[in-house]
């Protein structure tokens, strides 16, 4: 599991149940026995294996709900892609943190975007500009996955970008013109 493609508050609910847990581990280990030389003692035991396992469990859980990334947000929601009439098509290559195509300068039309990703990570790719509305994209690609998009460019200037949370912002976007 790579830690770097999990969203902001997935990586924090992680880090507090793995303080809290680390935590109670040091203390059990080093603090209580300096200060009762019986930790746990008799009567003490059982509450501390019950304490155990119940962290133990938290993190266990923690691990498994928060450090499986969701989908891309509304990638469910993302339309099939249908052949175009009179299409082109645009290969696109994602890796960590880029989008590289060959074409930045288009005319209006139908174009299947064939997306690739050759990065280590999952991406997508998600179009933002005129005539797009919501999630217009591909779903989340795995690493060596492929996808295709077909969408209808008019007139306008396009951003290109991958909606996995802190993708975009790390560099993973591109502009197209469809003049």
């Given at each position: ?50 304490a155990s396992i119940a962290l133990f469990a938290a993190m ?102 991958c909606s996995v949370d802190g993708h975009r912002a790390a ?9």
């Amino acid at each position: 599991m790579l830690v770097a493609a999990l969203s902001t508050g997935n990586k924090i609910g992680l880090a507090v149940v793995a303080a809290v847990f680390i935590s109670f581990a040091l203390t059990s280990s080093f603090v209580a026995p300096r200060r009762r030389p019986d930790f746990p003692g008799q009567n003490g035991l059982s509450v501390f294996v019950i304490a155990s396992i119940a962290l133990f469990a938290a993190m266990i859980t923690a691990v498994a709900v928060l450090g499986v990334e969701s989908e891309a947000k509304g990638a469910a929601e993302s339309p099939a892609a249908t052949t175009p009439t009179a299409g082109h098509t645009i290969a696109v290559s994602e890796t960590e943190f880029k989008i590289a195509t060959l074409s930045t300068k288009l005319t209006p039309g139908n174009y299947t975007f064939v997306v690739k990703n050759a990065g280590k990570l999952a991406h997508d790719l998600v179009f933002e500009g005129p005539n797009v509305s919501g999630h217009e994209g591909t779903p989340l690609i795995q690493p060596g996955g492929t996808a295709k998009v077909t969408v209808s460019l008019t007139k306008g200037d396009y951003t290109l970008y991958c909606s996995v949370d802190g993708h975009r912002a790390a560099g993973m976007v591109t502009k197209i013109t469809v003049s």
